[in-house]
């Protein structure tokens, strides 16, 4: 469920023996955890170690791939301070994830910083990160691409605390038969209304059902196959999150880096998600 890799460099050239843990780890549904590598902040930048860099209305900041800052209380230089260091932590994950895995074409996506603390946040069950989930966004959709998260832990004190669930097979098993039927017509409708960027498609109002089926459930919530995983301060870790369940239970001061890719770029295209959900459900979901 995690696979270790005692990687220390943001840049390679990195083993073989590596590469080969990192990719076959990586489609099969563990988290690659590096313990020994750390994005590290300019004394400059730990003034953003503060939830109030935050505008609290958002639950992260994001930062989109054109530079654009959002939902930061922050203005004039700290906020092009902050941007920097976001734009940094692209450019790295970037170049680790070049160097790592063979996978060629890879979308860089938004950039986040979690400057609250996750215990204590109070939202509704659909937004809650908190209750084991796979990544699915309405407004987002992927047609079958797949979503790969780079986070670090960036806090100096204290670890993200996550639970991991069951494989994404077993659980898209138990879910299926009750997920509801599909509404003919609310894609398009979506799409034109601007509420999607681009038509979802039967994958997309798949994954979104089996994300808030599985938070409203709270025996599944409470009673399905979990693990605890503590990532400690100083260390990261990169999974595709629209295949493992995971919930983030405790920590603040987190930075994630999201990139998207075609199934074709992995080597096992047959492991993504969408094949998993076309052989269960015996149809064609692009
Ligand atoms: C999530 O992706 O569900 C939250 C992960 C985190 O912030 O640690
Ligand atoms: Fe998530």
Request: contains cysteine; proline residues 7%.
């Amino acid at each position: 469920m995690l696979e270790t890799l005692p990687i220390a460099s943001w840049t390679g050239p990195y083993a073989p023996e590596m590469k080969a843990r990192a990719l076959a780890g990586l489609e099969s549904g563990a988290v690659l955890f590096f313990p020994n590598l750390a994005f590290a902040l300019a004394e400059k930048e730990k003034q953003f170690l503060d939830a109030r860099v935050s505008d609290g209305k958002a639950k992260n900041i994001s930062r989109d791939p054109s530079g654009k800052l959002q939902s930061t209380a922050l203005t004039g230089k700290p906020a092009k301070d902050l941007a920097a260091m976001m734009a940094r932590f692209a450019d790295s994950t970037s170049s680790l994830i070049t160097d790592l895995l063979p996978y060629r074409d890879v979308e860089r996506a938004r950039t986040s910083f979690r400057p609250v603390q996750v215990k204590g946040r109070s939202q509704s069950k659909i937004s809650d990160d908190r209750l084991l989930h796979i990544d699915a966004f309405p407004s987002r959709p992927m047609r079958g691409r797949r979503i790969l998260r780079f986070f670090a832990n960036v806090a100096p004190a204290s670890p993200r605390h996550w639970h991991v669930g069951q494989p994404f097979e077993d659980f898209a098993r138990g879910f299926l038969p009750r997920i509801g039927p599909d509404l003919p017509g609310k894609s398009w409708l979506y799409e034109k209304l601007g509420v999607t960027r681009g038509r979802r498609s039967l994958y997309d109002e798949m994954m979104l059902s089996l994300h808030d089926t599985a938070k409203r459930d709270d025996s599944f919530q409470a009673n399905s196959p979990h693990q605890k995983v503590d990532f400690p301060p100083q260390s990261c870790w990169l999974v595709f999150t629209d295949m493992v369940l995971h919930a983030a239970l405790g920590g603040e001061f987190a930075l994630e880096q999201t990139f998207h890719l075609d199934i074709d770029q992995m080597a096992e295209p047959n492991l993504a998600p969408i094949r998993v959900l076309e052989r269960l459900s015996g149809r064609s979901l692009s």
